[in-house]
Nanobody, 134 residues
């Protein structure tokens, strides 16, 4: 059975930091393209970051320079390091793998936001809430 489990969410004040973890079982994350998504209340999911199987990473313009994705292959875990958090970062954060966005869409992520229905493809975790207060 494939399972992705996110953890690390919480409540922080603006300017604070959090590290989200996504641990997989039943598949090897380093063999797949994976993504971090977030869903603010009432909205579609927004693609925040991708960590591609070749090691490249891409970020939405809204988080570029503040968020960083990394991976620990031995733990089959990916991380989203979130710094300088803003109230508008408040959302439920999901990890998903594999992801199937066109490469051109991912490469343009820093300029053009990608929004989609959550759980559209691949495996998704249950989500972890991040709340940033001003």
């Amino acid at each position: 059975e494939v399972q992705l489990v996110e953890s690390g969410g919480g409540s922080v004040q603006a300017g604070g930091s959090l590290r989200l973890s996504c641990t997989a079982s039943g598949l090897r994350l380093h063999n797949l393209d994976m993504g971090w998504y977030r869903q603010a209340l009432g909205n579609e999911c927004e693609l925040v970051s991708t960590l591609m199987r070749d090691g490249s990473t891409y970020y939405a313009g809204s988080v570029k320079g503040r968020f960083t994705s990394s991976q620990d292959n031995a733990k089959n875990t990916v991380y989203l390091h979130m710094n300088s958090l803003k109230p508008e970062d408040t959302a439920v954060y999901y990890c998903a793998a594999p992801i199937y966005h066109p490469l051109t869409e991912i490469q343009a992520l820093g300029v053009t936001p990608v929004r989609l229905k959550c759980n559209r493809f691949g495996y998704w975790g249950q989500g972890t809430q991040v709340t940033v207060s001003s």
